[in-house]
């Protein structure tokens, strides 16, 4: 690579981060407004071909990542030093530093996206493969991002010392909870042409499969 390519390497490396600041928050709206059309959207982008995906928006992969790493920084801003990193019991030695519990939140968050993803494949008449799993898990990396920020906003504010934003923070994780509920219910429904009931039954199992694999997880590094 010459001096010219590297440099045209950088310019498209450049604008694309600068990109970020403004459709990861345009798709943090279509998600929090339209979840369900954005999920469908996240599906249908991966016919088109590779350079025309996601043109408007942050690609689902992407979008749970800078969600992550939004949820760090809030973290990092109220408390200088997680609990995680500071304790050195069990697993936990290993998340030693900003960058391993990033990757820590980021596996935490995937797991339900891959169990859910995981499991609508199953419910539905085709095979279980890397190719039928990928438009479930992209649509459910969209659904997790709303869940994720109110979640990493909600547990910073329940850990504060004042009672007013302690209250705020189980707000947030109430509503964190009910809101991916509700869109985890229409989107079974929706995906699979089936009735209420069985589709709260679907996401019910997916959450609460999700939620055990996160907390078995979690625990080891407490």
Not at 34 to 41: A, G, V
Not at 120 to 132: A, F, N
Not at 153 to 160: D, R
């Amino acid at each position: 690579m010459n001096f010219f390519q590297l440099l045209n390497s950088l310019d498209e490396l450049l604008y694309e981060l600068m990109s970020w600041f403004i459709f990861f928050p345009v798709t943090m709206w279509r998600l929090l407004r339209h979840p369900l059309k954005t999920m469908r959207y996240a599906e249908e982008q991966l016919l088109l071909p590779q350079d025309r995906q996601y043109r408007g928006t942050v690609s689902p992969p992407v979008m749970l990542i800078l969600t992550v790493a939004v949820i760090q920084c809030i973290d990092l801003a109220v408390n200088s030093t997680n609990p995680i990193v500071a304790s050195h019991h069990g697993l936990a030695g290993l998340v030693n530093d900003d960058t391993s519990l990033f990757l820590l939140r980021l596996t935490l968050f995937s797991a339900f996206a891959l169990v859910l993803a995981t499991l609508k494949v199953q419910r539905s008449s085709i095979d279980l493969d890397r190719d039928s799993l990928q438009p479930a898990f992209y649509a459910q990396c969209y659904a997790i991002s709303p869940f994720a920020l109110l979640i990493g906003i909600g547990t910073v504010l329940a850990s504060h010392a004042h009672s007013f934003l302690q209250v705020a923070g189980f707000a947030a994780l109430l509503g964190a909870f009910l809101f991916y509920g509700t869109v985890q219910v229409r989107w079974f429904r929706q995906e699979l042409g089936q009735s209420i009931l069985r589709s709260f039954v679907d996401a019910s199992i997916g959450m609460i499969a999700s939620l055990t694999v996160t907390l078995g997880i979690g625990l080891l590094f407490l």
